[in-house]
């Protein structure tokens, strides 16, 4: 397996664009993208486990019912979320004006959004702004997607593999964007994956729920859910495999790059998040369980405490013991061990061993730092 170029765009098949309609109100700043695949792809998806789930996850879940799509369309700068019946008509709207300029049904778009909540959807401009959107569609056109995309990123996140499924040679492709509101059940993120790879529906839904599982489940920034977070990845099957099912023992290899390419997004958006100076890995082994050691993980990766604490490079290891001991757990104190690395570094390893039992969980977080603050009491 080798890291490629082009993102979105390096696996058989897939074009990509991204350009401005004005919903971030600037006139060279990116905030409408999308992705299609020039033949139907067996699709999949993910989304937030928040209450209040935005218009466009609703319209994408139902669009995903036979498993397939053609297009992926995203906005930036406005989340389409708590906008009532509203939201939801825009929300169609957007797929049906892709589908007319592409040529296919309105079922094969998927509808992603990300911004500000409970504003109205500029649907106008988005509608204006699509045809220029699909003319400018080219296997270039992943990064201009990537950076579409974005809010309060610093820098567009994408990558892109190639590995061998039989004799042919596979390539799966990813972009992303999150930076802050990150915390699992997903972090606050939208990330669409492509692949050339030939897959049967079910397989690709456990795939992709494996990598969620063990990369962006996995992350935390400040502990807030968001109600846009959104995974799709749609697999055209151009590069010629013999298709994948679960008996394969194909499987485990093209799940094993899936979840190469989802642990390096979730890690860019860690080392994007809001304001921060630190990329933080937390591992944890002996839990009774792998879910016990992922909630003591996230306990100590929540903790403010312990996040301000790396953020001023004081190794106040209390703070760990208390966000661990904060969860109520039956844990003799002789039994656990914790080590940590230079506070001093842009990256912290903190090891925590607990011998209770074979469970482990590996999570990412970062510092937390008065910068954040500023970001997020201007945001609006």
Not at 172 to 180: C, H, L, S
Request: charged share 20%; aromatic share 8%.
């Amino acid at each position: 397996m080798k890291f490629i170029n082009y993102g979105v765009c390096a696996p058989l098949g897939f074009l990509a664009s991204g350009i401005s309609c004005g919903i971030k109100n600037k006139r060279n700043n990116k905030d409408l993208a999308l992705i299609y695949s020039q033949i139907p792809a067996v699709s999949a998806g993910m989304f937030t486990t928040n209450t209040f789930k935005a218009a466009p996850i609703r319209i994408s879940k139902r669009n995903l019912f036979n498993s397939k799509a053609q297009a992926i369309i995203a906005n930036s700068g406005n989340a389409n979320c708590f906008t009532g019946i509203c939201g939801i008509n825009y929300a169609q709207r957007m797929s049906q004006a892709c589908a007319k300029e592409l040529s296919i049904n309105a079922k094969d778009v998927l509808v992603a959004s990300t911004g500000i909540i409970a504003k109205p959807l500029p649907i106008i401009k988005i509608e204006k702004h699509v045809p220029g959107l699909v003319k400018v569609l080219s296997r270039q056109g992943g990064r201009s997607a990537a950076e579409a995309i974005l809010t309060t990123d610093s820098f567009l996140k994408q990558a892109a593999v190639e590995f061998k499924i039989g004799k042919s040679k596979t390539r799966i492709g990813a972009i992303a964007k999150g930076a802050g509101m990150i915390a699992p059940n997903m972090s606050t993120m939208l990330c669409f994956i492509t692949t050339d790879a030939k897959i049967k529906p079910l397989a690709l839904k456990q795939a992709l729920r494996d990598a969620v599982g063990n990369s962006f489940n996995n992350i935390t920034i400040d502990g807030c859910m968001s109600t846009n977070d959104t995974v799709f990845i749609m697999a055209n099957g151009l590069c010629g495999n013999k298709e994948i099912n679960f008996k394969d023992k194909n499987f485990a290899v093209f799940s094993q790059a899936l979840s190469v390419i989802c642990d390096k997004m979730s890690k860019a958006i860690v080392r994007d998040a809001e304001g921060a100076t630190k990329f933080i890995r937390i591992k944890i082994e002996g839990a009774s369980s792998d879910y016990i050691a992922r909630e003591i993980g996230l306990s100590v990766a929540n903790s403010n405490l312990f996040k301000t604490a790396v953020y001023g490079e004081n190794p106040n290891w209390g703070r760990i013991i208390a966000a661990v001991g904060s969860l109520g757990l039956n844990i003799r104190e002789k039994a656990i061990k914790i080590k940590f690395s230079s506070f001093k570094s842009s990256d912290v390893t903190i090891d925590i061993g607990l011998s209770m039992g074979r469970g482990r969980a590996k999570i990412y977080t970062s510092d937390l730092t008065p910068k954040y603050i500023k970001i997020n009491a201007e945001y609006n």
